[in-house]
């Protein structure tokens, strides 16, 4: 018996089917290990050494693969075709050294591009040993993310508080997003003015010329900027006597684009289909692994991780079959086209994306696929085909026309495009971001000499606007030309920006929040060259190199570690004034916007003599008044003059701490405060001050007292309950609201109020999740209600849940939890099914583990204890650095 391990079990089950009983397929379920979340992980002092720790389901995934590899004939590693993968392989390959499972059994490296038979058995009659130059990029690359993450972001918590992290990608992306805020900021309006002219030819046929020159000059877009000027040209083209002066007409080929490779693949779907990066990437991954098509598993697409915008030639051949037969030989182009990756380091070049089967028109798996997958499916389809097509043939024709005034002559211009052969446009177009295709009109036919009728004259006031805000597909775009990360990790940056909340999502478009222009503005001052475009860029391509083979990783990593360190001790002796001068020079058009009625926007409207400021406060950045104390108002970074003398008016505000008002009963002041983990209210001072979370949706500025005063009440009593007699509460906890009885509790739903929530919907809640409904308990707390996935093929209803450590599914009594690959919204039936069969098969479930300690004596059970009590420590420091990691 020969074993084989993949990454997925989705990947497993399917591989299992080609290859028979002579061969067990095993998922390791991605990395096996990881660095722990805490310092010395990484070590410079040690020659950069590594320590690689093997937790929870990566020690239960590695001790099923040694078991089954003691008694296999081979091991063969077979996870995925990049980087990433092969360090998976190499992490699992050392993972069973130290177990020595496989003392005298040889271990081979495969990899195929497709998930079908024919590939992977190609791939088996093709093994290789494990490239240790991909390897030590992958080390290299998470070393520098590890010392770059948990150095520098201690540096932030010191001296810019509030802030979360930085990371070395995470962070040049950052400062994308905020310097557009900040050219947005500083844009000024300019106004302009446009002429256009609707003629008429001799036969009636009429089109719309724009006025392009006057007296010999040229005229271009802003040249126009007053109405004053706009109706003199007007006035003298309603006079004017018109005529053809030449007209050229010249041929255009458009090409098509290549096939799809991994940026360009999310750009797509985020433009056509409003998916995140990251949501395509797990369609995407679902598609590659295989689904269900007629009672076969069918993997659909090449690997979607890829840098490659070509095609094997067999796929090649199939593609001009398919547009010879489903659009007409006149579509199939004289020779096939090639395309080559622009990347400089190849490494990861592999095939593009692309249908496995090229005749699988999407049509016909449509009914076989949840809607997301069919959309992505049909967009790399069409993608791939169009890539292989006949290019389009069109006429663009440019029409000069002479306005004759008097002695005075004007000239206006015309364009028009033409399609003469649709070609590839009539499967796929791109599409772009922030502006609009070539408006494409068909002139009538003209001549030179041709004399015209004009039929009117409009001139049309503009205003130039702003560069727009990045969207996701547009950011994905610019780090792609910058040499910023790699392809396969802007999802995961993209994430990490939102789940840090340094940016937002508003209509599509990524806006920075207040937190994320500090930190940019923080390390542009003071750590400028890490967020240089150049240098990630030049370190991206070191990586390349080190992934070649023609640089040492620990050399490259000694290089920057040394600089890098130096940067971090410059800013030991930083002081608080150094920092807010910096973040004061470029943040002033962010935090003190010109104000309507043109006075300066940094004098203080409260006192009227002093000057406002960026200030520093134990939870944050705010806005203060250079007169404190005498002058006390404060206000948040971007908070109108407005609303800051509201706060003013409605409170003193002492160091980024909003003061709401006084609690009548306890008379101790009410305080709002932005806390490093989001927004709360506290009551009087002292050692264990009475605190309370926010809802969501409310903000420090919109606070009053009397809901704050609500909000630290809870957990207040809102019914009994029917059986017990014992009180039901409502409170907000770390997870958010819910209701509690004894040691039940449930999450509230999103439209229920905590401060309004009734007798009825609290007992409601609390009933559904003691009778099994509302999702499996955790200590304290609990899940919220999970969502139907149908029934087990053994029976039993199987659900998808929220839980406290993550998304899992529950049938019975096993609970599996989701890989990080796999989203709780998209899981599907098939999919749940491999995960408890899986959990099942090792044990797995809450009943068999509570049995388990009955079957030990009482003595036994104190070294365990012993075992798991360092573990909950490590875990809580691993959380509180958790913060640094990109």
Known sequence: ???????????????????????????????????????GSVDPENDFAMLWETEGRGAKQVAEIAKAAKNAEKVILATDPDREGEAISWHVLEALNQKRAIKGIPVERVTFNAVTKDAVQKALANPRPIDQALVDAYLARRALDYLVGFTLSPVLWRKLPGARSAGRVQSVALRLVSDREREIEAFRAREYWSLIATLATASGATFDARLSGADGKKITRLDIGTGDEAAAFKAALETARFSVAEVEAKPVKRHPQPPFQTSTLQQEASRKLGMAPARTMQVAQRLYEGVDIGGETVGLITYMRTDGVDMDGSAITAARRVIGKEFGDNYV?????????????????????????????????????????????????????????????????????????????????????????????????????????????????????????????????????????FSEASLVKRMEELGIGRPSTYAATLATLRDREYVRVEKKRLVPEDKGMLVTAFLESFFKRYVEFDFTASLEEKLDLVSSGDVDWKVLLREFWDEFTKAIGETKELRVGDVLEALNGILGQHVFPPRPDGSDPRSCQVCGTGTLSLKLGKFGAFVGCSNYPECRFTRPLTASAADGEASAEGGQAVNGVRILGKDPVTDLEVTARDGRFGPYIQLGDGEKPKRSSLPKGETVGSLTLEKALAL?????????????????LAGIGRYGPYVQHGKTYANIDKGDDILEIGANRAIDLIVAKESGAGGRRFGNAAATPGRDLGEHPQGGKMEVRAGRYGPYVAWGKVYATLPKTMAQESITTEQAIELVNAKAATGGGTKSKAKAPAKKPAAAKKPAAAKKAPAKAKSAKAKKASAAEE
Do not use: C
């Not at 089967?357 to 959309?375: I, S």
């Not at 630290?712 to 039901?728: D, F, M, N, Q």
């Open 1 to 39: 018996m020969k074993l084989l391990v993949v990454e997925s079990p989705a990947k497993a089950k399917t591989i299992n089917k080609y290859l028979g009983p002579d061969y067990e397929v095993i998922a390791s379920f991605g990395h096996i290990r990881d660095l722990p979340a805490k310092d």
């Open 333 to 469: 182009p004289d020779a096939p086209r090639k395309y080559t990756v622009k990347a400089k380091n190849a490494q990861e070049a592999h095939e593009a994306i692309r249908p496995t089967d090229l005749g699988r028109l999407p049509a016909m798996v449509a009914r076989h696929l949840e809607p997301e997958q069919a959309k992505l499916y049909e967009l790399i389809w069409k993608r791939t085909i169009a890539s292989q097509m006949e290019s389009a043939s069109m006429e663009r024709t440019t029409v000069d026309i002479a306005a004759q005034v008097g002695a005075r002559a004007l000239e206006l211009r015309a364009t028009g495009q033409v399609v003469l052969f649709d070609g590839f446009l009539t499967l796929y177009q791109e599409s772009r971001d922030d502006e609009e295709d070539e408006d494409s009109k068909k002139l009538p036919p003209m001549k030179g000499g041709d004399p015209l009728e004009k039929r009117a004259i409009a001139a049309d006031q503009h205003f130039t606007e702003p560069p727009p805000r």
């Open 712 to 728: 630290l009440s809870l957990p207040r009593e809102v019914a009994k309950h029917p059986t017990s007699g014992e009180p039901i």
